[in-house]
């Protein structure tokens, strides 16, 4: 080999170790910042949606609720920052809490649940469970799971009636295939359970709402046949899950949403028909995948319009 060839090839070796070095200090400091500090970037978001079908066919003055929706807690018992956070979004004149599922990660956060709302909002607070309310996911589930389905879930379906006294006793309304009717103000909610109700269910509770007039609300946990929803007559439904897909690339946006939903659709506001859904990014993750990028954690404040 000549000299000059034996200088290029150390030269090459010598960029090829810089580029690998660069590579790696980026990937740790992306990993270090997905971890550390932007799943703690707690963010309190504002959006106003109006109830098309209610505004078509109502002739009185619209009226405005102030609704605010937190979802996917994750709560583990080291979540002091968390909780603060939502008992200083909570200390406001809401008109109606929506918390739409993933609530406690373990039981030792259970006792966090009398303590999450700082006032009580006017027509209540409502909570549906999701999936990690009701699974303890080993990492067998979370990681061979994701490609055989049938490994994706535990076989125990856990019982949720301490998780159901935790919300209640912080003044929660918790709805399994259950609705709640609030007759002065002619609103109906209903809370869908993981992972999604039965078609017969849902036939026999919207048996329990009212006629065109009524402001019908749901929340659910897990999005899934958004249609059949809006077919049911639903103005405004609640949902998580998702969490924004947690990592959102610029320019391309969430990699999975872990539902039906398209990439496009992993959270925010959506519409099927004449219904409005919002998803929310919620406020954790799973403490073995809590990584976010371009994907903040955040609760909504949604002033709607019907
Ligand atoms: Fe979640």
Redesign the pocket.
């Known amino acids: 080999m000549s000299g000059l060839a034996k200088f290029s090839q150390s030269r090459l070796g010598a960029y090829s170790l810089v580029a690998a070095l660069f590579l790696f200090v980026s990937g740790l400091a992306l990993f270090l910042y997905g971890t550390r500090v932007e799943t703690r970037r707690f963010r309190l978001e504002k959006l106003k949606v109006r109830a098309g079908r209610l505004l078509a066919a109502n002739g009185r003055k619209p009226r405005t609720l102030k609704i605010l929706h937190i979802?996917?807690l994750?709560l583990q018992e080291n979540d002091h920052k968390k909780v603060e956070f939502i008992r200083a979004i909570t200390d406001d004149d809401y008109d109606m809490v929506v918390l739409t599922?993933?609530i406690f990660q373990f039981s030792k956060s259970f006792d966090f649940g009398p303590f999450l709302l700082a006032r009580q909002p006017r027509l209540g607070a409502y909570a549906v469970f999701?999936?990690?309310d009701y699974y303890d996911y080993s990492l067998v589930n979370k990681t061979i799971g994701r490609v055989f389905r049938g490994m994706r879930q535990p076989d125990v379906r856990k019982d949720v009636s301490p998780h159901r006294r935790a919300l209640e006793a912080g003044g929660f309304t918790v709805l399994v295939n259950e609705c709640h009717v609030l007759p002065e103000e002619n609103i109906f909610i209903a809370g869908l359970d993981y992972p999604g109700i039965k078609d017969s269910d849902l036939e026999n509770l919207m048996k329990q709402s009212a006629g065109a007039e009524q402001l019908k609300l749901a929340l659910f946990h897990l999005p899934w046949r958004l249609e059949r929803l809006a077919e049911a007559g639903f103005d405004v439904v609640f949902g998580?899950?998702t969490?924004g897909g947690q990592i959102r690339l610029p320019g391309f946006g969430a990699l999975i949403t872990d539902s039906e939903l398209h990439r496009s659709e992993a959270s925010g506001l959506l519409s099927r028909g004449q219904t409005h859904f919002h998803i929310s990014r919620?406020l954790?993750?799973?403490p073995r995948s809590n990584l976010r990028l371009f994907c903040p954690p955040a609760a909504t404040v949604i002033e709607l319009t019907y």
């Open positions: 979802s996917d994750h599922g993933d999701g999936n990690h998580g899950h969490h919620g954790g993750a799973d």
